[in-house]
């Protein structure tokens, strides 16, 4: 679920460049710039470096605007890592009393059996009909 709020983020960034170059270059020029820079052409990346630099804005400022975009649906995200973490935790917690309870009784009946004279030795013998 982490891996989807960061392709999440990755997937609308264009979004967020348009939204941050419209004040710069004007909202049809910043929508087409946005659409070449997330089809990665490296005229468009260069033209929005410098557009970016020269308003002293940088990458951050593309994703804070992102973020915005997409801010509910990754909230939502962020709740279901935490209900997954937590059903996780209480499934660690549950197997390792399980371990505790399991480790207990089998002492127990380790100690029982040397206590109480109950072990015996087995002789290793040969079936009857099978070659030693």
Same mark, same amino acid.
Do not use: I, V
């Given at each position: 679920m982490r891996r989807l709020q960061a392709n999440l983020i990755q997937a609308h960034a264009y979004r967020g460049m348009s939204e941050t170059l419209s004040p710069l270059v004007g909202n049809p020029k910043a929508q087409t710039l946005a659409e070449a820079w997330a089809a990665r052409k490296p005229a468009a990346v260069e033209e929005i470096n410098k557009a970016l630099a020269s308003a002293g804005l940088s990458? /951050?400022?593309v994703m804070a605007n992102t973020l915005s975009f997409k801010l509910d649906e990754l909230e939502r995200i962020g709740r279901m890592v935490t209900v997954a973490e937590a059903r996780r935790s209480a499934a660690l917690q549950e197997i /390792?009393?399980?371990r505790e309870t399991l480790g207990k009784k089998l002492r127990q009946a380790v100690q029982e059996l040397e206590n109480g004279g109950r072990l015996r030795v087995i002789e290793n013998r040969p079936i009857q009909?099978?070659?030693e």
């Open positions: 990458m /951050e400022t /390792e009393r399980h009909g099978q070659a």
